[in-house]
């Protein structure tokens, strides 16, 4: 029998790897550093592996840490839906499910999203899955997801979408960064620029988007490396990196919690990136349709097409 894993342990480790910093670490799970030190450590001897390591002035992954990391997120959230399940069955609260798959990328729109419906149907059960864009299309279609948070671009026929925000992109790079200064960034400064940019059996939509962004202004982009495992290893660019990315604007909650280790400067002219609920067939079952509702009011509110009608 392998060892057993301690469900506490792993949310330490997860938001070290997310902060690559057992400080900044610390303080996002209220504790104390040597604390989170202490829990790494247990879970590595628990496994016999070493996960992290610890470099100046950030914390890397070990290939082990690597492999762990998304398998711990899947663990803490499905522990999480099982106690949310029991203490529904307690209580007696009859509802309905909401299947909804997410990209790591959108950040602060899922939350704005998610919060609005649950507050507007308190009895619906939501279920989010952090998931690659291809991963989302293809449970949508197969019926195991719901409801898909991501670009519409390459969708297969079979699906339907409905554009939620218009989303201006962003350059995300390292504080020390030459181009970090600025106020804003011409598309054409970049040319010379190392690229951030997932592979595209991961995000074919965003990597497409970016390459054609850079050649509307007369070049291909180069690539620093493929295939983060997910946007926060992207943004993992540490003091003296060379590389940046294009990024979606709801990233900027994100690079706000690296304590200005990161920044993110608006691009010039102006480009959106267009987010879309997308769901399978002609007629959504009530609870996508509610969803849907209270996603497009939740769009008017802050003003997320504004950008389309002042174009129309």
């Not at 007696?92 to 899922?110: K, N, S, T």
């Amino acid at each position: 029998m392998g060892p057993e894993l301690d469900l506490h342990q792993l949310q330490v480790f997860v938001v070290v790897a997310e902060t690559r910093h057992f400080g900044l670490a610390a303080k996002q799970m209220f504790m104390t550093q040597p604390t989170v030190s202490y829990h790494v450590r247990a879970l590595e001897e628990r496994l016999g592996v070493q996960l992290l390591v610890r470099t100046r002035p950030a914390v890397m992954l070990t290939e082990a840490g690597r492999i762990l990391l998304p398998r711990a997120r899947k663990l803490l959230a499905d522990s999480s839906l099982t106690v949310e399940q029991v203490r529904a069955a307690r209580d007696g609260a009859v509802g309905e499910d909401l299947r909804i798959g997410l990209v790591d990328a959108a950040f602060d729109l899922h939350d704005i999203l998610i919060d609005n419906f649950v507050r507007t149907c308190p009895r619906v059960r939501v279920h989010r899955r952090q998931l690659s864009s291809v991963e989302q299309l293809r449970r949508l279609a197969d019926g195991r997801l719901d409801v898909a948070v991501c670009r519409a671009a390459l969708a297969p026929p079979m699906l339907r979408s409905q554009l939620i925000r218009l989303d201006p992109v962003v350059v995300v790079m390292a504080a020390d960064h030459p181009l970090a200064g600025r106020a804003s960034i011409e598309l054409r400064d970049l040319r010379d620029e190392l690229f951030i940019l997932d592979a595209d059996d991961e995000a074919p939509e965003f990597r497409q988007y970016v390459t054609q962004l850079c050649r509307t202004a007369g070049f291909s982009p180069r690539t620093s490396y493929i295939q983060p495992a997910t946007l926060h290893d992207a943004m993992g660019m540490q003091p003296g990196s060379t590389a940046l990315g294009i990024v979606p604007g709801c990233i900027r909650a994100a690079v706000s919690r690296t304590d200005g280790m990161l920044v993110a400067v608006p691009l010039t002219p102006t480009s959106h990136y267009d987010w879309s609920l997308l769901w399978l067939g002609d007629t959504p079952p009530p609870v996508v349709t509610q969803f849907l509702s209270v996603a497009l009011r939740t769009a008017e509110e802050h003003g997320w097409l504004a950008v389309r009608r002042g174009q129309g």
